[in-house]
């Protein structure tokens, strides 16, 4: 089970859902992570929001003109998906087991996005495995962005992964690190409970 599951039940797809609505209406910036994606690759690129979620960045890359599909496990999440953007192509899958083939999609993408503190929420043991699939996915010289939180004030959950034990699993994928930030603003990292980092394939 993961760390998600634990959490959630998997249920809380409208719960996530208004929260984040909530903010926008706040007038809050809710998205950053599709700025930031759309800074490294250009419209038409093929994008797999892995964990999408609600959509919430994938629904934003789409508006902007990149072609996406959303995979995701929990079956709530992706509801509150497909009625906000139901001629979207969202798959349930566990990235534990994902493979594009399977899906009936082509692979070769030219970025791979993982916001939501993905990894740290997975079921222990599987975040080599999770990057291995994501990798594969990838055409080469494609980008895999993945942000979570490193310390308990910027996770659900304890913390689960370190930096070099990314580095580590995404470097046994074909993976090089291209780049490493504070938040999805691009802002500098130099240490901290929260990164995103860039690999390239």
Not at 105 to 124: K, Q, R, S, T
Not at 139 to 148: S, T
Not at 178 to 191: H, I, K, L, M, S
Request: glycine share 10%.
């Amino acid at each position: 089970m993961s760390r998600w599951n634990e959490l959630t039940g998997e249920t809380s797809g409208n719960e996530y859902a208004a929260r984040f609505t909530a903010l926008a209406r706040s007038g809050k910036d809710v998205h950053g992570e599709a700025r930031f994606c759309a800074a490294l690759v250009p419209a038409g690129a093929r994008v797999l929001d892995a964990g999408c979620g609600t959509g919430r960045v994938m629904i934003r890359l789409a508006e902007l003109g990149y072609d996406c599909v959303g995979v995701d496990r929990d079956a709530s999440m992706l509801a509150v998906a497909r009625e906000q953007a139901p001629d979207l192509p969202w798959y349930q899958a566990d990235l534990t087991e994902f493979a594009p083939d399977l899906l009936g999609i082509a692979a070769g993408f030219d970025l791979v996005v993982a916001a939501g503190n993905i990894f740290p929420l997975l079921a222990e043991g599987t975040e080599a495995t999770v990057v291995k699939r994501l990798a594969a996915a990838l055409r080469p010289g494609g980008l895999m962005v993945a942000g979570f939180g490193l310390d308990a004030a910027h996770l659900p959950v304890p913390p689960s992964i370190t930096l070099p034990e990314y580095d580590e699993y995404c470097a046994a994928a074909g993976l090089t690190l291209v780049d490493r930030f504070a938040t999805w603003d691009a802002e500098p990292y130099e240490g901290g409970g929260y990164a995103v980092s860039v690999h390239r394939r």
